[in-house]
């Protein structure tokens, strides 16, 4: 069983940083596609960035030159470092992982197989 936990969200005002971490147990899968998505209340889910192990990365135009996703394969894990947030930014954020080495993009996650419990973002004015 794959799974993930993620950490590092909580509140900030705007114009903050805060850092999302996200483990994989399985350094197979880690080498698939990984994701980040977040949902806000009454919102559809959208995909937030994407990476493949080759270092490839996509982004949301709204979070592009914020939001850089990263990976440490050492550690089995996947950032998200989220400079300048709006209170547009605030919502559940998941990390997700796919079967299959690239990403595909734009994505809403349907096509991720593993998921993680989400961890809330909050961004104040």
């Known amino acids: 069983q794959v799974q993930l936990v993620e950490s590092g969200g909580g509140s900030v005002q705007a114009g903050g940083s805060l850092r999302l971490s996200c483990e994989i147990s399985?350094?197979?899968?880690?080498?698939?596609?990984m994701g980040w998505f977040r949902q806000a209340p009454g919102k559809e889910r959208e995909g937030v960035a994407t990476?493949?192990?080759?270092?490839?990365?996509n982004y949301a135009d709204s979070v592009k030159g914020r939001f850089t996703i990263s990976r440490d394969n050492a550690k089995n894990s996947l950032y998200l470092q989220m400079d300048s947030l709006k209170p547009g930014d605030t919502a559940m954020y998941y990390c997700?992982?796919?079967?299959?080495?690239?990403?595909?993009?734009?994505?809403?996650?349907?096509?991720?197989?593993?998921w993680g419990q989400g961890t809330q973002v909050t961004v104040t004015s």
């Open positions: 997700a992982a796919d079967r299959v080495p690239r990403c595909g993009w734009p994505s809403r996650g349907y096509e991720f197989n593993y």
């Open positions: 399985s350094p197979t899968t880690f080498r698939n596609c």
């Open positions: 990476s493949d192990a080759a270092g490839n990365t």
